[in-house]
């Protein structure tokens, strides 16, 4: 890499150039000492930063009060709700074409912090912000205190979304990687799986062998 250039600080980075946006990949640890200092910066006019902001509650909270103060935008790398069909998926909610939301499954691949969150980031994006229930680990957490954990979410009332539940699991990755969010309507299913690739859609329809009733 001819080309790159290393600074001892970032103080020295934003000092020796002239930049208006900023995109944080560094080690996990280092996100949020690093990202309150870039947003001292007047310059900085957005900020893309890998997750997590921070591994507590409360410096999170505070760093984005400071991005809001600022009027700064930081977006957090969730990239799954700029897929435009997931996009378009939450317009179909949104529209009422589905009816109303019955229940959530999620399926992420072993660790709440790098691969759970994004789970919750993409209900909060299709069904509106939930309400943890309860969390319950499901495995020892890693080195850096990322481990497996189930959690149990209440979604809010909406117009096009009733009050109704869902859970995230966290499936052991030895054998596979997995992303899944099978979401259940009034008027059919939605499963969104393949990492988030593939979108499948289900109407419900007559049972051939229980005449008075409907399947899906």
């Given at each position: 890499?001819?080309?790159?250039?290393l600074?001892s600080?970032?103080e020295?980075?934003?000092?020796?150039?002239?930049?208006d946006l900023?995109?944080l990949c560094a080690?996990?640890t280092?996100h949020?000492?690093?990202?309150e200092?870039v947003?001292g910066s007047?310059?900085?006019?957005?900020?893309?930063c890998?997750k997590?902001?921070?591994f507590?509650?409360?410096?999170?909270k505070r760093?984005v009060?400071i991005?809001?103060a600022r009027g700064?935008?930081v977006q957090v790398n969730y990239w799954?709700?700029?897929v435009?069909?997931?996009r378009?998926?939450q317009q179909?909610i949104?529209?009422?074409?589905?009816?109303?939301?019955?229940?959530?499954n999620?399926?992420?691949a072993?660790?709440?912090?790098?691969n759970?969150?994004?789970?919750?980031?993409l209900?909060?994006f299709?069904c509106?912000?939930?309400?943890l229930?309860a969390a319950?680990?499901?495995g020892?957490?890693n080195l850096?205190?990322d481990?497996?954990?189930?959690?149990?979410?209440?979604?809010?009332?909406?117009?096009?979304i009733?009050?109704?539940?869902g859970v995230?699991?966290s499936?052991?990755r030895?054998?596979?990687?997995i992303?899944e969010?099978?979401?259940?309507?009034?008027?059919?299913?939605?499963c969104?799986?393949?990492?988030?690739?593939?979108?499948?859609r289900?109407?419900y329809e007559k049972?051939?062998?229980f005449k008075s009733?409907?399947?899906l």
């Amino acid at each position: 890499f001819p080309q790159l250039r290393l600074y001892s600080s970032v103080e020295e980075f934003l000092a020796r150039n002239e930049c208006d946006l900023v995109s944080l990949c560094a080690p996990d640890t280092l996100h949020e000492s690093l990202l309150e200092q870039v947003m001292g910066s007047d310059r900085i006019r957005g900020v893309w930063c890998e997750k997590p902001l921070s591994f507590n509650t409360l410096p999170a909270k505070r760093l984005v009060q400071i991005a809001d103060a600022r009027g700064l935008p930081v977006q957090v790398n969730y990239w799954r709700r700029f897929v435009p069909e997931i996009r378009q998926l939450q317009q179909e909610i949104i529209s009422g074409k589905w009816g109303l939301l019955h229940a959530v499954n999620g399926y992420y691949a072993e660790t709440i912090v790098h691969n759970g969150s994004h789970l919750a980031d993409l209900t909060s994006f299709l069904c509106g912000m939930p309400t943890l229930i309860a969390a319950h680990p499901a495995g020892k957490a890693n080195l850096r205190g990322d481990g497996p954990v189930t959690v149990m979410v209440e979604l809010p009332d909406q117009e096009h979304i009733q009050k109704a539940y869902g859970v995230w699991h966290s499936i052991p990755r030895q054998q596979y990687n997995i992303f899944e969010l099978d979401l259940l309507f009034e008027n059919g299913r939605v499963c969104i799986g393949k990492n988030g690739r593939q979108i499948e859609r289900y109407s419900y329809e007559k049972d051939q062998d229980f005449k008075s009733l409907n399947i899906l």
